[in-house]
């Protein structure tokens, strides 16, 4: 157990939708970091918070968002959703601000799309 | 930019066996870490070690043992006497400035 939760588990819902992310990082984590995992894009940054406040961009759409709360809990909302917004979701939390930091990852959102 | 390379896509091996998963990285940076994580069938990420390029020493943990070798750009990681339990895929990371830099990753199967 890393000790960082995500919830829910799995996720089933229709073109066109929004759903909501959550993840809790590791007691003492100040950075949350978010990353899709899909069949042909692989492991893939998302976003990077870091108490609260957003320090880095990766491949996120902009139909996607995210925020960092003063609980240091993050959320990763997702709109008007495609078929190819299928994937595992993951969160990761680290110490530091820097990405060299251990980052331990929550054990995934799996999001189906239908 | 940072760029992990796994070119091994799956591996079987039949358990007891000595297995190695080969991870080519590239950077410019002068100083840096490197990752390994373990996905098993579950689905989760499982951090495994974390290493500096000041450090070229093998690191060993139980059956798992790590090889850096700056000087070729691999950090290579071996399993000794596999276990079905290692059947997972593996993945080598490389920090860049914000985030971490996953290679394709290796799929152990270990066939009882």
């Known amino acids: 157990d890393s000790g960082v939760t995500q919830t829910p588990k799995h996720l089933i819902t229709a073109t066109g939708q929004r759903v909501t992310l959550r993840c809790s990082p590791r007691s003492g984590d100040l950075s949350v970091y978010w990353y899709q995992q899909s069949l042909d894009q692989g492991l893939q940054f998302l976003i990077q918070y870091y108490n609260g406040e957003e320090r880095a961009k990766g491949n996120i759409l902009e139909r996607f968002s995210a925020q960092q709360f003063p609980d240091l809990h993050s959320e990763l909302n997702l709109s008007s959703l495609e078929l190819g917004d299928s994937a595992l979701y993951f969160c990761?939390?680290?110490?530091?601000?820097?990405?060299?930091?251990?980052?331990?990852f929550g054990p995934g959102t799996r999001l189906t799309v239908t | 930019a940072q760029k992990v390379t796994q070119a091994q896509t799956e591996i079987s091996v039949v358990e007891k066996e000595d297995v190695t998963l080969d991870c080519v990285y590239e950077?410019?940076?002068?100083?840096?870490?490197l990752f390994w994580y373990k996905q098993p069938p579950s689905g989760e990420l499982v951090f495994l070690i974390r290493?500096?390029?000041?450090?070229?020493q093998n690191e060993i943990s139980g059956r798992y043992s790590w090889n850096f070798q700056k000087s070729t750009s691999s950090f290579n990681f071996t399993i000794t006497a596999s276990q079905v339990v290692d059947s997972a895929v593996y993945f080598c990371?490389?920090?860049?400035?914000?985030?971490?830099?996953f290679g394709t990753g290796t799929r152990l199967t270990v066939i009882p």
């Open positions: 990761a939390s680290s110490v530091g601000v820097r990405a060299s930091y251990e980052q331990y």
């Open positions: 950077t410019r940076d002068t100083t840096y870490y």
């Open positions: 290493r500096n390029s000041f450090d070229e």
């Open positions: 990371a490389l920090p860049g400035a914000n985030n971490l830099f």
